[in-house]
């Protein structure tokens, strides 16, 4: 039997025993932004880091109000929200240089939505060689930056961004 230790993953697991809070409803207070991951909040869409992601950079783009779909959504809220995705993309470029993307949305849980409440924009960046010998015969992904110093790097090019 091959054993994988993670145990950072145990706050992921007892996460549903927290007070409801939804994990893309920033509120008002900005406070706790850098602990949420959040990068990024706008009048109609935010965006915050993944915590358990597929590769760095990994981000979620969702909109301010709590919506589960598309179909809930104004115009105005889907025009920026897009911006918002396009933005993203951008800053992602420009700090990490990937060579491509996933972009993807995932609406009901039979689709993959971890948080179908709240509709997210995933945002993967992808390099040449991202996938190795490690996810394809080990079924483990290998993260080579910690998220706090994504965060931080990413975090200084958001700062301004409607400026």
Not at 41 to 51: A, D, F, P, T, Y
Not at 129 to 143: C, F, H, P, S
């Amino acid at each position: 039997m091959k054993v994988l230790w993670a145990p950072w993953r145990m706050e992921y697991i007892l996460s549903d025993q927290k007070e409801g809070e939804c994990i893309f409803c920033p509120g008002e207070d900005r406070s706790r932004d850098a602990e949420r991951l959040i990068l990024y909040v706008g009048e109609k869409s935010m965006v915050i880091m993944n915590r358990y992601p597929y590769n760095n950079g990994h981000l979620l783009v969702a909109p301010v109000r709590h919506v589960a779909s598309l179909d809930q959504l104004s115009s105005e809220e889907m025009l920026d929200l897009l911006m918002t995705v396009r933005r993203a993309i951008d800053v992602l470029k420009e700090e990490m240089g990937p060579e491509g993307f996933n972009v993807g949305l995932n609406l009901g849980r039979v689709a993959g939505a971890g948080v179908e409440a709240h509709m997210h924009f995933h945002i993967v960046p992808r390099w040449n060689g991202d996938t190795n010998y490690m996810t394809v015969l080990g079924e483990v992904r290998v993260i080579p930056e910690h998220l706090q110093q994504t965060y931080r790097k990413l975090l200084k090019r958001f700062k301004g961004i409607d400026d």
